[in-house]
């Protein structure tokens, strides 16, 4: 099992990952170090253990909102399949109902024909 060392807010850590995913474990802290970077930036020195927390609750909030809108697109993306499944049900029936408007108009074409042919 490969590993890797990462840097977060200065101090490094050996961390353990699946094969091939040491690059993305990499860019996980890199993004890890950013926040507490900006933390501490906005905060000062008000504690490893808390700006790490602070940390975690920031990315938690993202991941909660990414899965919020992931949820609202699927929503969506469920009731545009549901009304395009319905508009094609409704061209359907407007397809049929032509095509029987059709075979009458043609039934009395063929009985006009028919009574002209006749009388001449």
């Known amino acids: 099992m490969p590993q890797i060392v990462v840097t977060i807010d200065g101090k490094t850590y050996r961390m353990a990952c699946a094969e091939g995913e040491e690059k993305h474990l990499e860019t996980l802290a890199a993004d890890v170090d950013?926040?507490?970077a900006e933390l501490r930036q906005s905060f000062g020195q008000i504690?490893?253990?808390r700006l790490t927390v602070m940390a975690a609750i920031?990315?938690?909030d993202q991941l909660h909102e990414a899965r919020r809108r992931?949820?609202?697109m699927e929503t969506r993306?469920?009731?545009d399949g549901e009304a395009r499944a319905a508009s094609e049900a409704g061209g359907e029936s407007v397809r049929q109902?032509?095509?029987r408007d059709l075979?009458?108009?043609a039934a009395a074409l063929?009985?006009?024909t028919a009574k002209l042919g006749g009388g001449l």
């Open 47 to 49: 504690g490893d253990l």
């Open 58 to 60: 920031m990315a938690t």
């Open 70 to 72: 992931l949820n609202e």
């Open 77 to 79: 993306a469920a009731a």
């Open 103 to 105: 075979d009458e108009t």
């Open 34 to 36: 950013g926040k507490i």
């Open 97 to 99: 109902e032509y095509a």
């Open 110 to 112: 063929e009985r006009i």
